[in-house]
């Protein structure tokens, strides 16, 4: 009887724990994935967006490849999956729909600009954007084919200033990197990202930076899993609160 009785109890305490791991394996299949293809720039702020879409929106884990626009633009003509494209500008955004890799339509969110920065001390002692040709100055700047790129060689244009990079990067983080560490005299960055830098670099500001300035174009995907939940994301990045967000990185309104 006793061991009737423990059996039994034995019984019931695996019965009980098979219904808690059933239980928690219905829950897990609640959770979704929302992956974010974004231009490097947006690092900093979509990691915040994200944290925040995901607390407003239990069972939603939000996933970023950041890495340069025109990168990201090739690897979703290329059939790479993903639910929404951010791009730094709008011919890669372009390049994308013209592939009708798009479901939603492209909505500007925000805006940006260069900046110089130089290391702390600024041993170069640049204090223009002429300074960055000068022969002796080395200066890293993002190749012509990423949105950083070709905002660099519009304001070459409107300054008239041509540069000799020692480098070409591509993307707008490696250009900021290789300053930090001391491998060049000055790099063009977009102002988030000396703002994100901190005290590591020092910024030389330049008037023609603001003639010409960047528009972060957002859409949801054609190859999306999840299109009403890549739509909720796109509003809330254009929403006030990821307004909100974006402004205390240091982007424009669009």
Do not use: W
């Not at 423990?6 to 928690?24: I, Q």
């Not at 929106?57 to 890495?67: C, Y």
Request: charged letters at 25%; proline letters at 5%; one cysteine or more.
């Amino acid at each position: 009887m006793n061991r009737a009785r423990r059996g039994g109890g034995s019984a019931a305490v695996l019965t009980v724990l098979l219904s808690l791991l059933t239980g928690c394996g219905a829950g897990g299949g609640d959770q979704r994935t929302l992956t974010v293809l974004a231009a490097a720039s947006l690092t900093e702020s979509f990691r915040d967006i994200g944290d925040e879409f995901s607390r407003n929106n239990p069972g939603v884990d939000v996933r970023f490849n950041f890495q340069g626009s025109s990168l990201l633009a090739e690897q979703i003509r290329q059939g790479s999956g993903g639910d929404v494209f951010a791009s730094a500008n709008e011919e890669m955004m372009t390049k994308v729909r013209r592939a009708d890799a798009l479901a939603g339509q492209p909505r500007t969110f925000a805006t940006n600009r260069l900046t110089v920065v130089v290391p702390p001390g600024n041993p170069a002692g640049v204090e223009s954007f002429a300074d960055l040709a000068d022969p002796d100055t080395s200066v890293v700047v993002c190749a012509p084919r990423v949105p950083c790129g070709s905002a660099t060689e519009r304001v070459e244009s409107a300054s008239g200033v041509e540069l000799r990079p020692v480098s070409e990067e591509n993307d707008v983080k490696d250009v900021l990197h290789k300053v930090v560490a001391g491998e060049a005299d000055a790099g063009l960055v977009y102002v988030t990202d000396a703002e994100s830098a901190g005290d590591e670099v020092e910024v030389v500001d330049f008037p023609a930076a603001d003639e010409v300035a960047n528009e972060y174009p957002i859409a949801e995907l054609a190859a999306s899993g999840h299109p009403e939940l890549a739509e909720r994301f796109v509003e809330f990045v254009r929403g006030e609160r990821g307004r909100e967000i974006l402004d205390e990185y240091g982007f424009g309104a669009p």
